[in-house]
T-cell receptor, first 117, second 113 residues
Framework: AQKVTQAQTEISVVEKEDVTLDCVYE???????LFWYKQPPSGELVFLIR??????QNEISGRYSWNFQKSTSSFNFTITASQVVDSAVYFC??????????????FGGGTRVLVKP | GEEVAQTPKHLVRGEGQKAKLYCAPI?????VFWYQQVLKNEFKFLIS????????ETGMPKERFSAKCLPNSPCSLEIQATKLEDSAVYFC???????????FGDGTRLSIL
């Protein structure tokens, strides 16, 4: 069975500090997909990134970067120079199964990030 | 449309009443998903559809929950004989095939009194 663990329940930082969110996953499939979503206080879920299990390249998008390491089953997310608008709950998620289909997401418990001015 | 549209935004029901939630997926997306978010953080998968066919219903509490996605109509999630524990935010999402990103609606907050 698939499982996603986000050990940090809440992180508080001061603006301009960097913050790294941990995500560890479990799956028996060799083909799987990892995602990060942001849920701001307004409640909607915003897609941030999708990674497949065959692509271990790290990715950077503006102040966001992701580190995927299959050896440790981790897909960590770093926000550089955090801003107040980054305050939100961040979810890591995993999907597995027939790759041509649309498979359910298994979410981690989320990490609440609070950025103080 | 370009967004997943969920209605209503809020729904209040007395315990034992029926609740029905609606979701219009993004045009062209063949997969629709329903998730339940309780206690603000925990997500539970309920059911998914490939077009109008049930694709995965492993998360569905079958006694009181049912869902449909009919052609040319919004998808729906119905809860019969609601219980206090059904209070949650219900999210609908849609996606293209190939484990493409799921795009979520704004959710329906269901409150059972």
């Amino acid at each position: 069975a698939q499982k996603v663990t986000q050990a940090q329940t809440e992180i508080s930082v001061v603006e301009k500090e960097d913050v790294t969110l941990d995500c560890v996953y479990e799956t028996r499939d060799t083909t799987y997909y990892l995602f990060w979503y942001k849920q701001p206080p307004s409640g909607e879920l915003v897609f941030l990134i999708r990674r497949n299990s065959f692509d271990e390249q790290n990715e950077i998008s503006g102040r966001y970067s992701w580190n995927f390491q299959k050896s440790t089953s981790s897909f960590n997310f770093t926000i550089t120079a955090s801003q107040v608008v980054d305050s939100a709950v961040y979810f890591c998620a995993l999907s597995e199964g027939f790759k041509a289909a649309g498979n359910k997401l298994t979410f981690g418990g989320g990490t609440r990030v609070l950025v103080k001015p | 449309g370009e967004e997943v549209a969920q209605t209503p935004k809020h729904l209040v029901r007395g315990e034992g009443q029926k609740a029905k939630l609606y979701c219009a997926p993004i045009k062209g997306h063949s997969y629709v998903f329903w998730y339940q978010q309780v206690l603000k953080n925990e997500f539970k998968f309920l059911i998914s559809f490939q077009n109008e066919n049930v694709f995965d219903e492993t998360g569905m509490p079958k006694e009181r929950f049912s869902a449909k996605c009919l052609p040319n109509s919004p998808c729906s999630l119905e809860i019969q004989a609601t219980k206090l524990e059904d209070s949650a935010v219900y999210f609908c999402a849609s996606s293209l095939p190939g484990n493409q990103p799921q795009h979520f609606g704004d959710g329906t907050r269901l409150s059972i009194l």
